[in-house]
């Protein structure tokens, strides 16, 4: 019983998992942030355009 205790203890898989996934969402995050503010730069600029035709 203790063994299987230290066997869960030690085992990193699921931490390492986690850490996956932590890193995956940081990605996902800085690629909304960069889309948003693209999008609000190119509406900027179409508009600016357009006022100008």
């Known amino acids: ?3 299987n205790l230290i ?15 932590l890193l995956i969402a940081l990605i996902a995050l ?12 190119l509406n900027s600029l179409f508009s600016t355009v357009a006022g100008s035709i």
């Open 1 to 3: 019983m203790i063994t």
């Open 7 to 21: 066997a869960m203890i030690r085992d990193e898989e699921g931490a390492t998992m986690v850490e996956y996934g």
């Open 30 to 41: 800085v690629a909304i942030a960069g889309v948003t503010v693209l999008g609000t730069n």
